[in-house]
Structure formats: structure tokens, C-alpha cells
């Protein structure tokens, strides 16, 4: 039995179309960076000026509970473009999208409320 060409790869192009894989999601979990990930970051960019010997603007970053502490004006600086000084496009950078990721992720969750 012979079948035009163009049949055949109308009846292919079909199954590929229709099949489960085409629908599938990436299902792969994500997961935001740890502190392990981002001190380096911290450390490389916010250090220098926020440590216990010098802490610009009475901030020092040099712990994750530092970190955590002051997590909302650091999201906030970084994300103005004003921190790191003189590097506004920070908050673009894979770095700075990494930070970003792991403040986000240390905000706590509200409760739902009862139903």
C-alpha cells in the first residue's frame, strides 16, 4: 500500500501534535537559593560598607539573621537600583535576580483565613 509523502507527514505532524508530550508541563520543582547560594553575593556586594566596623546607615549585613532583619529595606534598595552603590543595574544581573529570589522567599506567609 503506498502513501503520498505529504499524507504521511500530515498523519505524523497529527501525532506529535496530539500526544500527551506536547501537552506536558515542565513539572520539575523550583526552588529558590539558600543562604549557602547567596552569601558569596552578600558578601561581595553589601559587606564592604555593612559590616560591624563601618555599618552604612546603621546596617550590617554580614549574618543571615542580619540579613533577615533588615530583608525588606534590602529588597527595596536593591530593587530602586540604589544598592549596591553605583551599580543600579544590579538588581538585573543573575546575582542580584538570586538575592532578590532568596528575600522573597524568607517573607512569611499569611495565614488563609478560616472559611
Given at each position: 500500500m503506498f502513501h503520498s509523502p505529504s499524507i504521511v507527514r500530515g498523519i505524523c505532524a497529527s501525532v506529535i501534535f496530539l500526544s500527551p508530550a506536547a501537552f506536558a508541563e515542565d513539572t520539575a520543582p523550583v526552588t529558590s537559593p539558600?543562604?549557602?547560594?547567596?552569601?558569596?553575593?552578600?558578601?561581595?556586594?553589601?559587606?564592604?560598607?555593612?559590616?560591624?566596623?563601618?555599618?552604612?546607615?546603621?546596617?550590617?549585613?554580614?549574618?543571615?539573621?542580619?540579613?533577615?532583619?533588615?530583608?525588606?529595606?534590602?529588597?527595596s534598595a536593591i530593587t530602586s537600583g540604589f544598592m549596591p552603590l553605583g551599580v543600579p543595574e544590579f538588581k538585573d544581573s543573575e546575582e542580584g535576580k538570586a538575592l532578590l529570589a532568596w528575600l522573597a522567599a524568607q517573607k512569611p506567609v499569611a495565614p488563609s483565613p478560616a472559611q
Open positions: 539558600t543562604y549557602a547560594d547567596i552569601a558569596p553575593v552578600v558578601e561581595g556586594n553589601c559587606v564592604g560598607c555593612h559590616n560591624s566596623e563601618f555599618a552604612y546607615a546603621d546596617i550590617v549585613l554580614e549574618t543571615e539573621g542580619d540579613l533577615l532583619k533588615h530583608r525588606d529595606s534590602v529588597e
